[in-house]
Antibody, heavy 121, light 114 residues
Framework: QVQLVQSGAEVKKPGASVKVSCKAF????????IHWVRQAPGQGLEWMGR????????NFALKFQGRVTMTRDTSISTAYMELIRLISDDTAVYYC??????????????WGQGTMVAVSS | DIVMTQSPDSLAVSLGERATINCKSS????????????LAWYQQKPGQPPKLLIY???TRESGVPDRFSGSGSGTDFTLTIRSLQAEDVAVYFC??????????FGGGTKVEIK
């Protein structure tokens, strides 16, 4: 079955960068968009952006443009999200999520387990 | 961006009773030519990622119990849990995907047992 497995928790200092990985299992990686969503402690869900694993094309929420990069390595069915110039407000659980439709509908039917990123001096 | 507003922020319901959660979008998420509302609902339990319950406003995801139902159109939507079970204690989020790729979520509604 479809499964997404993310990399482990990270602790970073303000101004640093973090790169989170998301390895896909159980389907053809290039057929479905991967999205990234984050959740600050005790808060709601915030969509960050998406990547088309086939073309490598990306779209980002305005808030993150210029600070986020999304890439993929099709040889190992893995997507990556890198966030630079971290601040304390970036402390959150970061999720990758599989799009339910091949066209990139924006509905997420399978989620990774989440990666906690803590930003602290 | 389309703003999604959920109400109430939290509610307590007795076991076996009905729970109703509302979600309002700042603009219509109905794609008229397809007659589809681009609205999804997710359930999130503590320490877990969200789980998809409903999409196209009323289509249940495979494996979701039929006590969960979605309704509404345009800008006003409702998630109903027909007969609340203990395992339904969670936070519920609505999400619009009309303005893909600028996707937005509601703030969440916490459901507890009374």
């Amino acid at each position: 079955q479809v499964q997404l497995v993310q990399s482990g928790a990270e602790v970073k200092k303000p101004g640093a960068s973090v790169k989170v990985s998301c390895k896909a299992f159980g389907y053809t990686f290039t057929d479905y968009y991967i999205h990234w969503v984050r959740q600050a402690p005790g808060q709601g869900l915030e969509w960050m952006g998406r990547i088309n694993p086939n073309s490598g094309g990306t779209n980002f929420a305005l808030k993150f443009q210029g600070r986020v990069t999304m890439t993929r390595d099709t040889s190992i069915s893995t997507a990556y999200m890198e966030l630079i110039r971290l601040i304390s407000d970036d402390t959150a659980v970061y999720y990758c999520a599989h799009d339910i439709l091949t066209g990139g509908s924006g509905v997420f039917d399978v989620w990774g387990q989440g990666t906690m990123v803590a930003v602290s001096s | 961006d389309i703003v999604m507003t959920q109400s109430p922020d939290s509610l307590a319901v007795s076991l076996g009773e009905r729970a109703t959660i509302n979600c309002k979008s700042s603009q219509s998420v109905l794609y008229s030519s397809k007659n589809k509302n681009y609205l999804a609902w997710y359930q999130q339990k503590p320490g877990q990622p969200p789980k998809l319950l409903i999409y196209w406003a009323s289509t249940r995801e495979s494996g979701v119990p039929d006590r969960f139902s979605g309704s509404g159109s345009g800008t006003d939507f409702t998630l109903t849990i027909r007969s609340l079970q203990a395992e339904d204690v969670a936070v519920y989020f609505c999400q619009q995907y009309y303005s893909t790729p600028a996707l937005t979520f509601g703030g969440g509604t916490k459901v507890e047992i009374k």
